[in-house]
Structure formats: structure tokens, C-alpha cells
T-cell receptor, first 114, second 113 residues
């Protein structure tokens, strides 16, 4: 999972495995959560989001789980592919109307081996 | 194509100089944002704007300035007061008032030489 510090957490998996990336968020008032994927030298790319009134949301090959009791968010990627290799960030919005006003986690490096 | 365009992709600046980073969007989004990213870290909010002619400081606004004269444009000026300006700068936009994702540009890498 993500943590404070200069060394990003890393996750290495084999192609075809399922991946789980964890994130602890800080603000109990946050009502919107989002996962982004960032490839080297590029801007973040949206993966999936979830509102605080939900505990699970599924997309194509991805599932986000939200546990508000322990302020924990996870991203599950099914049948991971080499193209999924990137840094993954969770982010939270603590309310207000500007949902792009986000607090980001440090990120997790996912490496998928063929 | 709809999207967010940041320019230039790479920028070099001498110490003591101001420099302006461009961000343009054609998504018709009201809200725009500037984030800074340092190596091995997440993004931190510099400034954001919910509407034309209005903007708010984010978490690390010191040494930066912005303007929002047009809906499509939200330029960021890195001033000489910014003590450590070398970083990757990302611009984003979103629909104001809607809990949907923010879209990011491809970033500008600023290096002070």
C-alpha cells in the first residue's frame, strides 16, 4: 500500500495474474475517490472512481473497493497485462463542488512481467 | 480531438527568471487546476479556478501565480520567488459541480539551470 516517504511501494506480478493495489486515505470527510494510472513522462489517466455512498464499483477488468470504516481504498486489476505497468495513484476529494481538487497518495509502481 | 494541451513539454529556466506554462482545454470545462509532481511523489495542488476571472490557492501556491481570463486557458507563472521550481507540472480540468473525473494534460517538465 501507499505510505509517506520517497520510496514508492512496488508490486511485481506475472502477466495474467490479478493485481491488488492498496491505499489509505486521510480525510474521513472525503466523499469522492479516484484511481489514476500514470506512465513515465505522461499525465495521469483516469481508471475508475467511486462515491462515498458505495463500497464497490466495477469497470472493465478493474474493481475499486472502499472501506470507510478504516479509510481504505483498493484497486483490483484482473488478468494483468504488460501494458498495465505504470504508477497508480489514489486520490480523494474532501467535498466542495470542484471534483478535480484532489489530494493524491504517493503512488504504487506496478510492474507486469511477461 | 477534445482534450487538454500543455506547452511546452520541456522548459529550461535560469535562476531568477519568471516563466509561464500554458494550459488550454477544449472540453468546455469550467474548472481548471495546476498540480506539481516531484520525483517519486504524488501530485500536489498549486492553484485552481472554478470559473473565469476567479481562482483559489491550493496547498503549495507560494511562488506561483495564475490568471483565468478565458474559460479555455489557465496559464501558470513560476516566479523567481519559488525556491525549488524544478518539477513536472500538470494541468487538469473538470466539470464544476459534477462528481466526475478530472482530465489531465501531458505535463510540462521545468528545469532550472
Amino acid at each position: 500500500g501507499e505510505s509517506v516517504g520517497l520510496h514508492l511501494p512496488t508490486l511485481s506480478v506475472q502477466e495474467g495474474d490479478n493485481s491488488i493495489i492498496n491505499c489509505a486515505y486521510s480525510n474521513s470527510a472525503s466523499d469522492y475517490f479516484i484511481w489514476y494510472k500514470q506512465e513515465s513522462g505522461k499525465g495521469p489517466q483516469f481508471i475508475i472512481d467511486i462515491r462515498s455512498n458505495m463500497d464497490k464499483r466495477q469497470g472493465q477488468r478493474v474493481t475499486v473497493l472502499l472501506n470507510k470504516t478504516v479509510k481504505h481504498l483498493s484497486l483490483q486489476i484482473a488478468a494483468t497485462q504488460p501494458g498495465d505497468s505504470a504508477v497508480y495513484f489514489c486520490a480523494e476529494n474532501a467535498g466542495g463542488t470542484s471534483y478535480g481538487k484532489l489530494t493524491f497518495g504517493q503512488g504504487t509502481i506496478l510492474t507486469v512481467h511477461p | 480531438d477534445g482534450g487538454i494541451t500543455q506547452s511546452p513539454k520541456y522548459l529550461f529556466r535560469k535562476e531568477g527568471q519568471n516563466v509561464t506554462l500554458s494550459c488550454e482545454q477544449n472540453l468546455n470545462h469550467d474548472a481548471m487546476y495546476w498540480y506539481r509532481q516531484d520525483p517519486g511523489q504524488g501530485l500536489r495542488l498549486i492553484y485552481y479556478s472554478q470559473i473565469v476571472n476567479d481562482f483559489q490557492k491550493g496547498d503549495i501556491a507560494e511562488g506561483y501565480s495564475v490568471s483565468r481570463e478565458k474559460k479555455e486557458s489557465f496559464p501558470l507563472t513560476v516566479t523567481s520567488a519559488q525556491k525549488n521550481p524544478t518539477a513536472f507540472y500538470l494541468c487538469a480540468s473538470s466539470i464544476e459541480g459534477a462528481d466526475t473525473e478530472a482530465f489531465f494534460g501531458q505535463g510540462t517538465r521545468l528545469t532550472v539551470v
